[in-house]
């Protein structure tokens, strides 16, 4: 009897979840009935968790030890059937994200103009140029007071898709974790960040109701490199970000559509304004919501 189909809190291996105590599951194949399991958890290859063999037909167990911010847990279980005869291990991870308001070094920052509420707006744009040399790991912290999507190197940074998504933005902001280590170059790199109004101030509900959360759509970002030497480097959204909202999206909206005119280009002349926000992000601990499918156009 082996494991298969290994899950943390429901998620195949997840990237920057903040639950103290995920719970672990899994399917079984071959044998009739689990009679046991044995579960170990590793750290930076040390062991530092183990089950033990636990008489239990069950096929979930509780991390039962305090974690930390970015740890990295690789865990196995294996399974004894009804003969009592153990199966070959099977193997699965998961990585913390971060926990506390300490953690975050970056700043909140906005497009750098003053509101009117009774006005729509272009996507605002942000972008920072950095240097990296020999980065073994890379992992992309963020989330938006509006809908946003970064790219780095050009390239779109997780799968997920309208995040952070829908929320009650004045109690809970979810941040969204990626693996961005296949993205960075040795040398010069580019970040680049779309941030539309989404739910947060856009059109909501059957009379189409702006500004429910807030009239200033906000970001916080943070791209933390980890060397070959073992250092690690931080780059974080702040007041030196170059910022402009004259691209191609002059007009993006959830219900209201877009309007995408293909002969502007993004000029980058301003700055981005650093702003606050009372609440302090969680992580998204859920499935993420991905693109599927894409239609041609007839």
């Not at 070094?105 to 509101?115: D, E, L």
């Not at 020999?134 to 963020?142: C, D, P, S």
């Not at 390239?155 to 109690?171: M, Q, R, W």
Request: aromatic content about 10%; hydrophobic content about 35%; glycine content about 8%.
């Amino acid at each position: 009897m082996k494991a298969i189909r290994l899950k943390t809190q429901f998620m195949f291996e997840p990237v920057g979840i903040d639950l103290q105590r995920p719970l672990l599951s899994w399917n079984a194949e071959g044998g009739k009935t689990q009679t046991a399991y044995e579960l170990v958890a590793e750290t930076d290859g040390k062991q530092v968790w183990t089950s033990g063999v636990v008489n239990s037909s069950s096929m979930r167990a509780e991390y039962p030890q305090k974690l930390v911010s970015r740890q990295r847990v690789t865990w196995k279980v294996r399974l004894y059937d009804e003969t009592n005869t153990a199966g070959e291990w099977a193997e699965s991870a998961f990585e913390m994200g971060l926990l506390n308001a300490s953690d975050w070094s970056a700043k909140w920052i906005t497009g750098n103009y003053k509101v009117d509420k009774k006005r729509r707006y272009p996507v605002d744009c942000f972008k920072k140029q950095f240097k990296a040399e020999n980065v073994v790991k890379a992992r992309l912290y963020m989330t938006a007071c509006g809908i946003y999507e970064v790219k780095l190197n050009g390239v779109k940074a997780g799968e997920f898709c309208l995040a952070p998504g829908h929320t009650d933005y004045t109690k809970r902001i979810q941040y969204q974790t990626a693996d961005v280590t296949s993205l960075v170059k040795n040398g010069e790199n580019v970040l680049t960040c779309e941030l539309a109004d989404g739910w947060y101030r856009g059109s909501c509900g059957a009379f189409g109701l702006l500004n429910q959360y807030g009239t200033e759509t906000k970001l916080l970002l943070q791209l933390e490199l980890y060397t070959k030497d073992g250092s690690i480097s931080r780059v974080v959204s702040d007041g030196t970000w170059a910022w402009s909202n004259d691209g191609p999206f002059s007009f993006a909206d959830n219900k209201d559509g877009e309007i995408f005119d293909a002969r502007k280009k993004l000029s980058y002349k301003g700055t981005a304004k650093v702003t606050s926000c009372p609440v302090v992000p969680t992580a998204a601990n859920n499935v993420p919501l991905k693109e599927h499918e894409r239609l041609s156009v007839k």
